[in-house]
């Protein structure tokens, strides 16, 4: 599998972001597609992920902020980050895995998330 990421940048505080990601090459019938992100503080965590039938998770810290969503046909996955806070700077990593088994998460490349206060 390989994902290529897209968005991210420099925003000022509050402001909003959109992050895309495509899948390609082997695709599961049914998969979870998210984002991490990470900072050189701390470990990557979990920001939001969404399965293939729709179904979200978010971190407390974005909830009401960020919003995940996906295109099956098109296997891609969106970020839309609003009321962006300057604790949301990072490096923004796009996921996928099966949604059954044991099967490894693929990640993509990585993009820079920015937020100036």
């Known amino acids: 599998v390989q994902l290529q990421a897209s968005g991210g940048g420099l925003v000022q505080a509050g402001g909003s972001l959109r992050l895309s990601c495509a899948a390609s090459g082997r695709i599961f019938g049914f998969s979870d597609m998210g984002w991490y992100r990470q900072t050189p503080e701390k470990q990557r965590e979990l920001v939001a992920i969404?399965?293939?039938?729709?179904?979200?998770n978010y971190a407390d810290s974005v909830k009401g902020r960020f919003t995940i969503s996906r295109d099956n046909s098109k296997n891609t996955v969106t970020l839309q980050m609003n009321s962006l806070k300057s604790e949301d700077t990072a490096v923004y990593y796009c996921s996928y895995r099966s949604s059954f088994g044991t099967w490894p998460i693929y990640w993509g490349q990585g993009t820079q998330v920015t937020v100036s206060s």
């Open positions: 969404v399965t293939s039938g729709g179904t979200s």
